[in-house]
């Protein structure tokens, strides 16, 4: 069986979702786990959780004769990868960084760069997009929306006559993407940004 395959039955038969596989040098695997999503529910993963995927997962790997020396389970960092629509519809109004495969070109229109692939922005469904659309095989459009507005700083006086820029919006389809990922945002108060002009602008 391949890796991807014992891993994956693994956790799932464990009752858990399978993020990411990784292999780094020093033969270390590591696996990162969370809970399915709940709409609504947001539990997070535990040492208890980790420590007893590791030890099935040891004899799943065992059993098929997979070579590694070090195997590290964890839960999904602050820059989560985003794998499938499931991932996306849970995430929607956060703040999400997308690679695209090809450069925008002349879809770009003189509105940002036309080599640019990278895109930081508030994640939201392209208008139009239906549930029915979700549940199905169809590609689901998203678009990630993002203001130039410079930052401002905590203390910082804005002026009430301050001409913000226009919010610009990138629509997209999976299979345009290389990766997708949580922005890595520290933020106690919450992920989400507050208003869309608040949200940072890729460099």
Not at 145 to 156: I, N
Not at 168 to 192: H, S
Request: one cysteine or more; proline letters at 7%; glycine letters at 8%.
């Amino acid at each position: 069986m391949a890796l991807q395959q014992i891993v994956e039955e693994t956790v799932t038969g464990l009752g858990y979702d399978l993020v990411e596989i990784e292999r780094s040098a020093g033969g270390l695997l590591r696996i990162t786990i969370d809970w399915p999503w709940q709409e609504g529910l947001e539990p997070s993963i535990t040492v208890e959780d980790c420590e007893k995927v590791n030890r099935q997962l040891q004899f799943s790997l065992e059993v098929d004769g997979v070579e590694y020396n070090r195997l590290e389970i964890s839960s999904p960092g602050i820059d989560r990868p985003l794998r499938n629509d499931t991932d996306f519809k849970r995430f929607v109004g956060h703040l999400i960084d997308i690679t695209l495969k090809a450069p925008m070109g002349e879809a770009a229109a003189g509105l940002v760069n036309a080599s640019r692939k990278k895109f930081r922005g508030t994640l939201e469904y392209l208008e139009g997009t239906s549930e029915s659309e979700v549940q199905s095989d169809k590609p689901v459009q998203w678009q990630v929306v993002w203001s130039d507005a410079p930052e401002v700083k905590p203390g910082q006086r804005v002026s009430k006559k301050r001409v913000l820029p226009p919010l610009q919006a990138l629509g997209f389809t999976r299979d345009e993407l290389r990766e997708a990922r949580l922005a890595p945002v520290v933020d106690f108060k919450g992920r989400k940004p507050k208003l869309p002009d608040e949200t940072p602008a890729q460099e």
